[in-house]
């Protein structure tokens, strides 16, 4: 029997949601993967910081999560020690998510996160710093939630080179326009995004598409071995002054979507965030309200599409449920190496199982 | 560095499509995988038998097998010798694979199979076969070829409970409602299949719902802890009589498809193959051709698809290629065990990682 100690660095709807559907499946871990999990601390930027069920005052929730890792030097030795990271994410610039990613990683945790901003702004520096480290960095619910899609390449794609990809990952983009072709106003449709907790609290992040560029980024890092930030992603949102074109594009047939892509285009890799006519027969043409997909590119397989057909916070959660399992499945991290950047052919896993 | 000694039962377009992978990807599974591959022999029913580069005079092909595994204790006892089952299928009985991986098994010898033979027919009892020689019994390429179906569920959603699925999984019988839709006769849609290798050597496994039947079966056992053959599946296949009603349902905006189904009803599992009219926004309404696709119902998850848009040989030999490599990944194959039977929710992972 393994048991991790989880320190919770957010906690917000999502983590609140892992924790009561790390209740709901504690009698199943147990049973299945051997695991017994407990939450030793929490770190809120706004409620404070708890260990071990008592309040402690700290500078921040880096120095906090610092303090709680060193205190817990033998769990982290053992490889028994995870951070779980859902803070609120700067799109400026990646934090603070990358930095308490950086500081679990260096006391010997493990990291797993659903927080896209670690892994689009500094994919490749954290693996090297998890395998320094020997510990793991996980990140299944950073695009499409719980639905594999890291996971997917790194499990069950071996020997596969992921050329491109293309999707719609960003729910309330695909709301809206879903919305707007049926008539309704961007305003009315963006506010009852938000009032279900499923837009961003800044909602520009969504509908400028940042979140969208992001999550570019962050496909683009992992599974065509590029460098870039949400900043290197060409990048395009929608307005109320899209519904127009909505309209004509569900009259003409077709669907208006906001289409993530990326590529690998000799050595380099673009990546870009744009609105689309898409032809009805189009895979992402299907996409109603929240509803995400995902198409790779393969040299073996040609083309495959993942689609997300529900949405919700128990499928984020989910995504961090999965690493946890992934962790205690895999065991210690040796030999992560992060996926060679192109042209490069090799296989779409990073952290390699031992 | 792992050496696997491979012994190939049946060796039409598929296995050699797999040798000729292998020696593609030689470099990248020494260089990724830390594993060596090489064909100490081959069993076929026209062309004889060969061992290490002999012809040998044999009753059966299953005589020569258990000779051959025999002969290769040494590699068995090591978990070096894997058995790539690919030989065609009698539809009635699962025969001869279901034995060749009997056979494989009770040596001690690992056996991958494309052949959706074995689990439609024998999945529970080649497990528990499985578990008692400590060896995987694995068959990624049996349902959709080499997309990722059973490594999905078995790798990717660990503590997801399936509930049911739906799809189109046989590409012959899609391709000529496709192609009939279009006005062209039932005859030379299914000569084009044949001529291009995709229709079973029968073409009746195919147009009569036969193979949809197996594969439904295979998943039903396999995703939903199922204790069915194809004869349990409620089965309709297509005809030319058919054609009519493909031409009436695209003028609708509909497709005509022939769709498999699996579901739990309480403690039993139902599954049927027929033809459906399905709407133009049903994922399964856009497949073409040979393209194929999967829906899963879950618990935490809801509906997940995944979308197969190629298809050929290399899919198919990829399914083998990856089996292999999770041989080589996972190690010997300890506390393997079936998945439990309705209404039990457990993971849809059998073989479990070490």
Redo the contacts between chains.
């Keep these: 029997m393994t048991q991790f100690d989880l320190v919770l660095v957010g906690y917000g709807n999502v983590a609140r949601r892992f924790v009561s559907?790390l209740r709901e499946?504690q009698a199943?871990?147990r049973?299945?993967?051997r695991l017994v999990v407990r939450v030793v601390a929490t770190a809120t930027r706004h409620h404070g910081c708890v260990d071990n069920g008592r309040q402690v005052s700290a500078a921040s929730t880096l120095a906090f999560l610092r303090d709680v890792v060193t205190r817990r030097a033998a769990a982290a030795r053992d490889g028994r020690l995870v951070v779980v990271e859902t803070t609120t994410l700067d799109i400026a610039r990646g934090e603070p998510a990358t930095s308490h990613v950086r500081a679990a990683l260096a006391g010997g945790a493990h990291v797993i996160t659903a927080n896209k901003g670690p892994v689009a702004f500094a994919y490749r520096s954290l693996m090297r710093a998890a395998a320094r480290s020997n510990r793991w960095f996980l990140f299944e619910g950073a695009v499409m939630?719980?639905?594999?899609v890291f996971?997917?390449a790194r499990?069950?794609?071996?020997?596969?080179a992921i050329t491109g990809f293309r999707g719609v990952v960003n729910s309330t983009t695909n709301f809206i326009l879903t919305a707007m072709e049926q008539g309704q106003p961007f305003d009315a449709a963006l506010r009852e995004m938000q009032a279900r907790g499923i837009a961003e609290a800044d909602a520009s992040l969504d509908v400028d598409g940042w979140d969208a560029a992001a999550k570019t980024a962050a496909l683009a890092n992992v599974l065509l071995g590029a460098r870039m930030t949400p900043h290197d992603v060409s990048r395009r949102g929608i307005g109320a002054s899209d519904g127009a074109a909505a309209i004509a594009a569900r009259a003409a047939g077709h669907r208006l979507k906001l289409v993530v892509r990326g590529q690998r285009e000799g050595t380099r890799v673009v990546a870009q965030v744009g609105l689309q006519q898409l032809p009805?027969?189009?895979?992402l043409s299907?996409l109603?309200g929240q509803q995400n997909a995902l198409?790779l590119t393969t040299d073996?397989?040609?083309?495959?599409?993942?689609?997300?057909?529900?949405?919700?916070l128990?499928?984020t959660a989910?995504g961090l449920?999965?690493d946890l399992?992934?962790l205690a499945?895999?065991g210690p991290a040796t030999r992560q190496s992060p996926r060679s950047a192109p042209p490069r052919?090799?296989?779409p896993r990073q952290p390699r199982?031992t």
Excluded: M
């Design positions: 559907l499946q199943a871990l049973r299945d993967h939630d719980g639905i594999p996971n997917l499990e069950t794609l071996p020997l596969v009805a027969d189009d895979i299907q109603d198409i073996l397989l040609d083309e495959i599409a993942v689609v997300q057909r529900g949405s919700g128990t499928h989910y449920l999965s399992v992934s499945t895999h052919r090799s296989p199982r």
